[in-house]
């Protein structure tokens, strides 16, 4: 039997919710930065100072392509990271994090950390292990599904 959820009960409908707020807050901080927000899975997965390809990071990131492109042009642009040619593929080069870069992580990782301590001011460390271990399980469930194109079925067209 299908759940009946209440109109602002959804889990959903709350994680979203918060992911809005959190992003909206951390766009705030970014700005002052000078960076938007999209640029933090990038620079983090640079900061270990190897250098990975426009497809290794839209994988990472788990975002479109060409929303990869902008992104990576604007922070080229603005001294973010460089681009150097990729000695196995003519075709593409590797990306790489600069000093300008790697310089303000401190302050992008201070402002990420202050959001999350804001989003879970009032709750235990064993509340906050259980909230983490629920969105890992549920974030494995919905890519397990993306995987396998399994598209969500009402329940009540099995009967």
Do not use: Y
């Amino acid at each position: 039997m299908m759940r009946r959820w209440a109109q602002h009960e959804r889990p959903g409908h709350l994680i979203n919710r918060a992911s809005r707020l959190l992003l909206r807050l951390a766009d705030t901080k970014f700005r002052t930065l000078g960076l938007g927000v999209a640029s933090f899975p990038v620079l983090s997965m640079l900061r270990s100072k190897e250098k990975l390809s426009q497809k290794d990071l839209t994988l990472c990131a788990q975002i479109e392509q060409p929303s990869m492109a902008q992104l990576l042009s604007r922070l080229e642009r603005d001294g973010m990271i460089k681009r150097s040619p990729d000695p196995s593929d003519g075709r593409s080069s590797l990306i790489s994090i600069t000093g300008k870069a790697l310089g303000i992580l401190p302050q992008i990782d201070a402002a990420v950390d202050a959001g999350n301590e804001l989003a879970l001011a009032g709750m235990s460390d064993g509340e906050i292990k259980v909230l983490i271990d629920l969105l890992k399980r549920m974030i494995a469930n919905l890519e397990g599904a993306a995987r396998s194109g399994q598209v969500a079925m009402d329940r009540s067209e099995k009967l």
